[in-house]
T-cell receptor, first 113, second 115 residues
Framework: AQSVTQLGSHVSVSEGALVLLRCNYS??????LFWYVQYPNQGLQLLLK??????LVKGINGFEAEFKKSETSFHLTKPSAHMSDAAEYFCAVTHTGGFKTIFGAGTRLFVKA | ETGVTQSPTHLIKTRGQQVTLRCSSQ?????VSWYQQALGQGPQFIFQYYREEENGRGNFPPRFSGLQFPNYSSELNVNALELDDSALYLCASSLVVAGEVDTQYFGPGTRLTVL
């Protein structure tokens, strides 16, 4: 069975500081992994996805994530936070041939001036 | 290329009523998935339709049903509404080829409130 755990329901960083949002997954088959961002009262926007190519995945808005099979992790990072990064972030997993995407509970990112 | 659209944006119903939510998929996509997102939680998979047939279902009762039309637009129907059905309902479309997983593109959602 697949599952996703996002460590920390809330993360607060200062503007310009490193952003690190943690995601661990469980999957019995090679997974596809995604990070989405959701702004208030909006749908989900794809930040990046891992599909078994390069383990370091670069996404939009300066975000990137590294797939680490040994740690079953797919943490999201950004070197320098911007005020506009304040939002809810969701990690998700599915697999080849799968129809069901499992989302984590989300991490709300706060950016302080 | 148009994105995924959903209607209505907001809806208020009372317990026991029925509701239909609509989704227009992104051009060229053949698969649509529906999700329920309760306040403060991640989206929960309801079901997926591929080429007009249900392709998989999450842990939702039969009063949640759906349709996908030849133009790949879709409906989510919920009967006998309960207070716990209050949530943001998201649809997501994708292009599935030979069972491979492609990126899902999400609509803005429909906020359903059940009183």
């Amino acid at each position: 069975a697949q599952s996703v755990t996002q460590l920390g329901s809330h993360v607060s960083v200062s503007e310009g500081a490193l952003v690190l949002l943690r995601c661990n997954y469980s999957s019995s088959v090679p997974p596809y992994l995604f990070w989405y961002v959701q702004y208030p009262n909006q749908g989900l926007q794809l930040l990046l996805k891992y599909t078994s190519a390069a383990t370091l995945v670069k996404g939009i808005n300066g975000f990137e994530a590294e797939f680490k099979k040994s740690e079953t992790s797919f943490h999201l990072t950004k070197p320098s936070a911007h005020m506009s990064d304040a939002a809810e972030y969701f990690c998700a997993v599915t697999h080849t041939g799968g129809f069901k995407t499992i989302f984590g509970a989300g991490t709300r990112l706060f950016v302080k001036a | 290329e148009t994105g995924v659209t959903q209607s209505p944006t907001h809806l208020i119903k009372t317990r026991g009523q029925q509701v239909t939510l609509r989704c227009s998929s992104q051009s060229g996509h053949n698969t649509v998935s529906w999700y329920q997102q309760a306040l403060g939680q991640g989206p929960q998979f309801i079901f997926q339709y591929y080429r007009e047939e249900e392709n998989g279902r999450g842990n939702f009762p039969p009063r949640f049903s759906g349709l996908q039309f030849p133009n790949y637009s879709s409906e989510l129907n919920v009967n006998a509404l309960e207070l716990d059905d209050s949530a943001l309902y998201l649809c997501a479309s994708s292009l599935v080829v030979a069972g491979e997983v492609d990126t899902q593109y999400f609509g803005p959602g429909t906020r359903l409130t059940v009183l």
